[in-house]
C-alpha cells in the first residue's frame, strides 16, 4: 500500500512538473504616451505589448490582469487586444466589466498554443487623470494566471510620461470709444496648445461623439462674464483656424452649427463651443485664434468691460463623450474695453514757489451736463464722469504725473472721479502734496508748464497764478485734443 501511494504521488509530481514549464512566461514592454491633459478624464494611454520569452509555450489558456492606478474610462469596446501566431485569438476577457474598469483592471485572455516570439498588443485603454491624483510617470501593475510574467522593475511598464494643461490662453483686446461709436473692430481669443498634439484630432479612434455630433473630438469653450452693452454687437464666425487646423462652431454635446452666432445685450448663452473638425498636425504646436468682429452702433457710456475663460471641453456629465474633460477655467482675458472719451487741457505756465508764496490756483469744469441743442445750438454731450491726470514738465528737473485718487476731494467723488456737471478747484501745491505722499522725489516747488487729461469729454479750465498780495496772472487752459480714447492713465499712484 504505501508503495502504490508513493507512485500516485511522483506520476501526480510529474503532471504538475510538466504543465508548469508548459506554461508560458511573458516578457512585458510598453510604449508610453509622453503627455495627457491633466483636467482629461478620457486620455489615451500608452500601448502595452506582451511577449512569449524564448523556450516557453502557452499550452493552457490562462488571463493577464493589467490594473491602473485610476479608473479606465475606455468603453469596452474601444479597447483593443491583437495577438500574433497561436495567440491570434486573444481577446479582452469578460470579467472586464464596468465594475473592473472602474477600479481600473482589465483582463486579458490568453489562448493556449502560442510559441516563443508570439505577442498580444494592449491599446486603446483611456484613464481619468482629472480626479486621479496619480503621480508621473504612470505605471501599472500587471499579473497573470496559469502563466508568468517576467519580474519588472519598480514602476514599470510606464504607460504615460507627464500630464500638462491643455492650452494657455491668450488676447487681443478691441478698445471701444463708449461716446464716439466707429470701427467695427476686430478682437480675438485664442487657445495655444501647451504641448504638442494636444488638441489631438478629429474623430480619432476611440472616440465617441453625441447624435449628430460627430467627428467626435476636443472642443475649447469659451465663457464671457456680461453680454456686450446696447449698441454693441460681438459677431463669432462659423470656422477659425488653428495653423494648420480648423475648429468649427459648435453645442455643447459637439453638434456643429451652421452659422456664426451673434451676441446683444439681450443674450443670455454666454457660452461658445469651437470644435476640432480636421487633422490637427501633432508636430506644431497649433493656436486656435477666434476673430470676433465688434460693432458699434451708438454711445455705450457705462458699458462693463467684457472679458472670457476658456476651457477644453466636452465637459460630459452623462459620462458618454470621448473625449470629455472636467472644467478647468483659464484666468479672465480682456475681450473688448469701453473707455470715454477724453480731454488734453494745457496750461502753459504754472508756478509753486513756497518761499515767496507763489502758487497757481486751477479749476476745471465737466461740461458734459449742458443746456442740450435747444439752446446753444450744438449737440448735447453725453453725460459722464472721469479721471484727471496731471503731467508736470519743469523748466529744470525730470518729468512726472499723478493721478488724483480717490478721497482727493477739491469738487471730486469718493471714487476719485469728477462728476458730470461737477468742477475741480485746487491749488497746484495741494495736487503736488499728494503727489508727493505716494512718491518722495516729487519736488516741493515747481515751475513750468501742465498738461491735465481729463477721461471725459467737454472738460474746460482755468489757472491762475498768483502770490496772493502783489502778483496775479489767469489764463483758460487750452483744450489741445478732444474725443482721444485713453484706456488708463498712468500715474506716480497706479
Sequence with gaps: MKVRTLLVAAVMLLTFTVAAQAAAVFDVSSTPVTAVIQNGLTENSGTILFTIAPGSTASESGTITVTYPTPVTSPTTAISVVGTGGLATASLNTATTTTELAAGRVWITVPA??????????????????????????????????????????????????????????????????????????????????????????????NVGATGGTPAALMVRFTLNVAPPANVTLAFPLTASATNTVFTLASSTGVLATAGSTLTSTSTNLVLYYKLTSGSVPT??????VPV??????????????????????????????????????????????????????IPYASVQTAINYDTGIAISNTTTDPGTAITGITTATAQAGGLTFYFYPTTGTAFSFALPAGYGKGLNTSGLLPSGGTLVTLLSEVMTAARAVTSTVPTDFQGYVFVVANFTNA???????????????????????????????????
Design 284 to 289: 506644431v504646436q497649433e493656436t486656435l485664434d
Design 113 to 206: 498554443g502560442g510559441a516563443a516570439g508570439d505577442k498580444i498588443t494592449l491599446s486603446g485603454v483611456r484613464v481619468n487623470i482629472a480626479t486621479s491624483g496619480v503621480g508621473f510617470p504612470m505605471s501599472v501593475l500587471i499579473s497573470a494566471t496559469i502563466n508568468q510574467i517576467t519580474p519588472l522593475p519598480a514602476g514599470t511598464p510606464q504607460v504615460i510620461l507627464n500630464a500638462q494643461p491643455a492650452i494657455n490662453v491668450t488676447s487681443t483686446a478691441a478698445t471701444v470709444n463708449a461716446i464716439a461709436p466707429a470701427g467695427p473692430f476686430t478682437a480675438n481669443m485664442k487657445a495655444q496648445e501647451v504641448f504638442l498634439n494636444a488638441f489631438g484630432g478629429a474623430n480619432e479612434a476611440g
Design 293 to 346: 468682429t465688434v460693432t458699434q452702433s451708438g454711445t455705450c457710456v457705462g458699458a462693463t468691460n467684457i472679458t472670457f475663460t476658456a476651457t477644453v471641453a466636452p465637459i460630459d456629465a452623462t459620462n458618454t463623450l470621448v473625449p470629455r474633460y472636467q472644467a478647468s477655467e483659464s484666468a479672465a482675458k480682456a475681450l473688448v474695453t469701453f473707455v470715454g472719451s477724453s480731454t488734453t487741457l494745457l
Design 460 to 494: 474746460h479750465g482755468f489757472a491762475t497764478v498768483s502770490n496772493f498780495s502783489t502778483y496775479t496772472q489767469a489764463s483758460p487752459a487750452l483744450i489741445v485734443n478732444q474725443n482721444a480714447s485713453r484706456a488708463t492713465e498712468t500715474g506716480l499712484n497706479n
